[in-house]
């Protein structure tokens, strides 16, 4: 009998729709001209490349006049946002202090770390004991320094949402540029980069069932932001490079069936996630991050005492079940997970953090089977644990 295989880590990246496979498909071997090429295999691309710009800007529900330029992932376009601001505003002089949260992926995070080591003064604000942050936290670090504020919409390992449209409105009254990361977030709660006054918004087509190494950067109107790749002069000046267009028509297709599916993902996908939640709180001493109200409909992080998080997923493996200890990143080191350090969990508690994130691929029969496996695996694990004296 072949093994079954369920992949539960859909924050780290997620299957391509087959859909999106298709549409691609012909942009390889058949339409592979230069959409800058003046002959007819170039000209013969537009169509498709305009359609899937469209489907970007109605995701996002960006004016026309905004800006969405590709770039190769979301860590570009991260890193394109910080130097950028450092490049136009810091290094002129002008300003000098970045704000973000101490639980960024590390794209920003480490960007933000090699421009304090080229002197800018960043901020880096506290989660609360909820995992979360409030806009007033934002609001009282802004000082006349303040060049950008750079938070992300959703975090990767517990789904929790941050405030982004209060954030956005507080910076849009103190003058501040206001980034924000939602690559968490797009294809699980609507995005709007109207409502949210953001300036920048970074997202990643491999977390919303596109292909991988394909991202953008949201640009509002108006918004400078010197390049980090300069060249011939492709998407305005912006970033040059030739487009990579069956991966932005593979995108474009992604954005759109991310948009249809958003009722699917809070109602059904929510349930399917309770459901599993419910059954693992069941076991004592299981604890959840973060409340649901405040939660992307798909993320569980779940801490089981007793039990590091990488033993768990040793045994969820075997049985066939793809989850994560933290940021596809960072699981390959056994480091405990960041944000439950940031919580405050204890030193044994933070190593035994599981993130299960759902997709709209996954049923009710792959959730029981989960839901089945986990209950064996802790009382295999516990049973054999030094640290754990409760009830199995
Ligand atoms: N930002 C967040 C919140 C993420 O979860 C990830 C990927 O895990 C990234 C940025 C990086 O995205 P990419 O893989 O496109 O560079």
Redesign the pocket.
């Known amino acids: 009998m072949m093994q079954k295989r369920i992949y539960l880590d859909n924050?780290?990246t997620t299957m391509v729709d087959p859909k999106v496979e298709k549409i691609m498909q012909p942009f390889f071997c058949e339409h592979y001209g230069n959409p800058n090429s003046l002959h007819k295999f170039g000209t013969e691309i537009h169509p498709a490349l305009h359609d899937a710009f469209n489907k970007l800007y109605e995701g996002i529900n960006a004016s026309e006049e905004d800006d969405i330029i590709i770039t190769s992932?979301?860590?570009e376009s991260?890193n394109w946002v910080l130097k950028g601001v450092y490049f136009d505003l810091i290094a002129k002089g002008e300003k000098n202090h970045i704000i973000t949260t101490d639980v960024e992926?590390p794209?920003i995070g480490a960007t933000c770390r090699f421009l304090e080591s080229l002197g800018v003064k960043v901020t880096y604000l506290s989660i609360n004991k909820d995992g979360n942050i409030s806009a007033n936290q934002v609001r009282e670090a802004i000082t006349e320094q303040t060049a950008l504020v750079s938070i992300?919409w959703a975090n990767?390992e517990t789904g929790l949402i941050f405030p982004i449209e209060e954030i956005g409105a507080i910076c849009k009254e103190k003058g501040v540029l206001f980034h924000t990361?939602a690559?968490?977030a797009i294809g699980k709660i609507p995005v709007d980069v109207q409502k949210a006054n953001v300036d920048f918004l970074s997202f990643?087509a491999?977390?919303f069932h596109g292909p991988k190494g394909i991202?953008a950067l949201y640009i509002k109107k108006g918004r400078q932001l010197t390049p980090l790749l300069h060249g011939g002069e492709h998407m305005r000046g912006r970033r040059s490079g030739t487009l990579n267009v069956p991966y932005i028509i593979g995108m474009g297709e992604a954005m759109s069936l991310a948009q249809s599916y958003l009722d699917y993902e809070n109602s059904t996908i929510l349930e399917l996630r309770n459901y599993l939640e419910d059954a693992l709180l069941k076991i004592p001493d299981v604890f959840v991050i973060g409340d649901r109200k405040h939660r992307v409909p798909n993320t569980t992080l779940i801490s089981i005492r007793g039990i590091e998080g990488e033993a768990m997923l040793w045994d969820l493996n075997k049985a066939g079940i793809a989850c994560s200890t933290g940021?596809?990143?960072a699981s390959e080191d056994l480091e405990a997970n960041p944000v439950m350090v940031a919580i405050g969990a204890d030193k044994e508690l933070a190593h035994t953090a599981v993130r299960i994130s759902l997709s709209r691929f996954n049923t009710k029969e792959e959730i029981d089977y989960t839901i089945e496996v986990f209950n064996k695996a802790v009382e295999r694990l516990r049973k054999i644990s030094s640290s754990y004296e409760g009830k199995i």
Do not use: I, L, W
């Open positions: 924050n780290a992932c979301a860590t991260n992926h794209a992300m990767n990361d690559v968490q990643s491999h977390k991202g940021s596809a990143c």
